[in-house]
């Protein structure tokens, strides 16, 4: 069922549709203790080199950001690929240079966690 809110997800951003609220395209809520802010899963996918891309909304009193991090689960390290206020700035947005390592109980720790254990 994950792997089809994913596909419904990407598609209704491709085409510009809002979402409908069934069981099949309902978002994937992550849960951040150390943040009381909303976060949503919108993207999970493995690379070929044994990395995981994760795509994630927050919701929280400042308003949305997005974040499309990549997550090495072997060496528990991670990098920003983007991050901005919509999903267009995320996608402008500049990667970091270099994987920095994973900080436990920190909001990226938590997002990695997740993206470790749904990815295949």
């Not at 792997?3 to 409908?20: D, E």
């Not at 999970?44 to 919701?59: C, P």
């Amino acid at each position: 069922m994950l792997r089809y809110s994913h596909k419904c997800i990407k598609l209704a951003f491709c085409f510009g549709f809002a979402l409908v609220s069934n069981s099949s395209a309902q978002a994937q809520a992550i849960s951040v203790p150390s943040d009381s802010a909303n976060y949503e899963l919108l993207d999970l996918s493995n690379r070929a080199d044994g990395t995981v891309e994760i795509t994630t909304k927050r919701q929280g009193k400042s308003g949305e950001s997005y974040s499309k991090r990549l997550v090495d689960c072997k060496n528990w390290t991670a990098k920003y690929l983007g991050d901005g206020d919509s999903l267009d700035k995320m996608k402008a947005s500049k990667p970091d240079a270099e994987m920095w390592p994973l900080t436990k109980g920190s909001i990226s720790s938590h997002i990695a966690a997740y993206a470790c254990k749904h990815s295949k």
